[in-house]
Structure formats: structure tokens, C-alpha cells
């Protein structure tokens, strides 16, 4: 009969193996060229958004592969990789939860959530916010109550705040708006350039589906609105409405 504690150390060992490897393989797989121009583009200078990031050089379909394939990994080592210093360990890690969450039922879901709320710290740059929020936060609580988004939104972290509104687009996906509403109101007077972004681009996704319910929001707050976030969500708007907006003529 085979020793329960031996069991879950030899596991565990095994997915520790696991991540070694897979760090082990990013590394062979990294180019420094582009390392140079993703380090520029995610603006990583002292006072930047993303400052002292570090980056390999890979892109994002080359992690989704390497994802499925270290995607047995135990999750607490999964969670390990998370907080991991490097840019595409974190992608990596969120990639694999995100393709777990999917694969998931409702006990193993729950589980994952809440890594992801619990790290939430570490998912700290906008392309690992987009990739990831609808998809676990999201999704998760769509049937659910949304506080944690209401308390993310008022986060002093940029990065929950964003996870916060970009986590409603697979609301709006599924026709429900009044949450994204609600944290766009809560988010009008966020000073950071990457909230207005998407808090603009989510109302964007709203009037794609239900012009009358986001122009209902946009008449309302528009004039107050930072101007980027305004911009966003009205790209979609023929030409002479966007003027009249952007005029203050509506």
C-alpha cells in the first residue's frame, strides 16, 4: 500500500521538476533583441509603469505552447511561478491557470480564483491582466456576487483596478453591462492613462452590443470623463457623433 505523505512528496517533487524545466526551456527559447524591444514597449525606466520588469524575449504563442505543455504542474508551484520576477514566467503561470480554469469544475474553479484574487499583486502589467481577468475572474463570477470587483476597484494598486474592469468583458460577452458600468462610475476620477484605456475600452464593448445603454452612461458622464477614456469609447461612433462628444455638443 502505497504511503500517502510519500505520495504527495514524490508529486510534489514531480512538479517542482516540472517548473525547473519549463524555466529551463524559456531560457533556451529567449532572444535578447527582443527582450530589448519589449522592455521599451512595456515601459520598464525608473518612474514607468512597469519599472525594473524583466524580460526574455518570447512571445505569447510560444508561451501558450509551453503552457499546455507544463500544464500538470501541482498549482501551489503554479502559484510559485506567479510571483516569479520575470515577465514571461508570470504569462506563462497565468496562461496555464486560465487553460486549468477552463478544463476545471465548479470545486477546482473556485480554488483557482482565488490564487488568482490572492496573486493578484503579480499580475502586473496590462497584457497579464488582459489575457487573464475575463477569463478566471471573470468567468467566475458571473453567476456571482461582484463585490470582489467593487473592492478591487478601489484598490491603491493600478493592476487590481484594471483587473477590476477588464475582468466585465466576459460579463458584456454575456450581455450583462450593469457591472461594467458600475466600475466604469467608480473609476471616472482614476488618475492612471491605463485605467482610462480600459475603462474606455470596455464601454466600447458595451455600445458594440448595446449602443443605447453605453450612450446612456456616456451622455451622463462625458464631459467629466478623462479624455482618453472618452476617446475609447466612442472609436466606434460615426464620425460626426465621436466630434459631437469630443465638442461637448451632445
Same mark, same amino acid.
Given at each position: 500500500?502505497?504511503?500517502?505523505?510519500?505520495?504527495?512528496?514524490?508529486?510534489?517533487?514531480?512538479?517542482?521538476?516540472?517548473?525547473?524545466?519549463?524555466?529551463?526551456?524559456?531560457?533556451?527559447? !529567449?532572444?535578447?533583441?527582443?527582450?530589448?524591444? +519589449?522592455?521599451?514597449?512595456?515601459?520598464?525606466? &525608473?518612474?514607468?509603469? !512597469? #519599472?525594473?520588469?524583466?524580460?526574455?524575449?518570447?512571445?505569447?504563442?510560444? =508561451?501558450?505552447?509551453? #503552457?499546455?505543455?507544463?500544464? %500538470?504542474?501541482?498549482?501551489?508551484?503554479?502559484?510559485? +511561478?506567479?510571483?516569479?520576477?520575470? @515577465?514571461?514566467?508570470?504569462?506563462?503561470? =497565468?496562461?496555464? =491557470?486560465? %487553460?486549468?480554469?477552463?478544463?476545471?469544475?465548479?470545486?477546482?474553479?473556485?480554488?483557482? /480564483?482565488?490564487? /488568482?484574487?490572492?496573486?493578484?499583486? /503579480?499580475?502586473?502589467?496590462?497584457?497579464?491582466?488582459?489575457?487573464?481577468?475575463? +477569463?478566471?475572474?471573470?468567468?467566475?463570477?458571473? %453567476?456571482?456576487?461582484?463585490?470582489?470587483? *467593487?473592492?478591487?476597484?478601489?484598490?491603491?494598486?493600478?493592476?487590481?483596478?484594471?483587473?477590476?474592469?477588464?475582468?466585465? +468583458?466576459?460579463?458584456?460577452? @454575456?450581455?450583462?453591462?450593469?457591472?461594467?458600468?458600475?466600475?466604469?462610475?467608480?473609476?471616472?476620477?482614476?488618475?492612471? %492613462?491605463?485605467? @482610462?484605456? #480600459?475603462?474606455?475600452?470596455?464601454?466600447?464593448?458595451?455600445?458594440?452590443?448595446?449602443?443605447?445603454?453605453?450612450?446612456?452612461?456616456?451622455?451622463? *458622464?462625458?464631459?467629466?470623463? &478623462?479624455?482618453?477614456?472618452?476617446? /475609447?469609447?466612442?472609436?466606434?461612433?460615426?464620425?460626426?457623433?465621436?466630434?459631437?462628444?469630443?465638442?461637448?455638443?451632445?
Amino acid at each position: 500500500m502505497t504511503n500517502p505523505g510519500f505520495a504527495a512528496a514524490l508529486t510534489r517533487r514531480l512538479s517542482m521538476m516540472l517548473i525547473a524545466a519549463l524555466k529551463k526551456e524559456l531560457r533556451v527559447i !529567449a532572444r535578447k533583441d527582443k527582450a530589448a524591444v +519589449l522592455k521599451r514597449f512595456f515601459k520598464t525606466q &525608473p518612474g514607468q509603469y !512597469a #519599472a525594473d520588469d524583466i524580460f526574455l524575449g518570447i512571445g505569447v504563442p510560444q =508561451l501558450r505552447m509551453i #503552457a499546455k505543455k507544463y500544464a %500538470d504542474a501541482e498549482l501551489p508551484q503554479v502559484g510559485r +511561478l506567479l510571483s516569479s520576477a520575470v @515577465h514571461e514566467e508570470r504569462l506563462t503561470a =497565468l496562461l496555464i =491557470l486560465v %487553460d486549468r480554469f477552463a478544463a476545471a469544475g465548479e470545486v477546482a474553479q473556485k480554488e483557482i /480564483y482565488q490564487m /488568482y484574487l490572492d496573486c493578484s499583486r /503579480y499580475v502586473n502589467n496590462w497584457d497579464l491582466v488582459d489575457l487573464s481577468a475575463p +477569463l478566471i475572474a471573470g468567468k467566475f463570477l458571473l %453567476d456571482k456576487n461582484k463585490q470582489p470587483l *467593487y473592492e478591487l476597484a478601489v484598490s491603491s494598486l493600478l493592476w487590481q483596478r484594471r483587473i477590476a474592469i477588464v475582468a466585465t +468583458l466576459y460579463f458584456i460577452r @454575456h450581455k450583462r453591462y450593469q457591472p461594467t458600468l458600475k466600475i466604469a462610475k467608480m473609476l471616472l476620477g482614476d488618475e492612471e %492613462d491605463l485605467i @482610462h484605456k #480600459a475603462t474606455g475600452w470596455m464601454l466600447r464593448e458595451v455600445a458594440k452590443r448595446e449602443r443605447n445603454r453605453a450612450e446612456g452612461f456616456l451622455r451622463r *458622464y462625458y464631459r467629466t470623463m &478623462p479624455r482618453t477614456m472618452l476617446r /475609447y469609447a466612442i472609436e466606434r461612433f460615426p464620425q460626426s457623433r465621436r466630434r459631437a462628444y469630443l465638442r461637448g455638443e451632445i
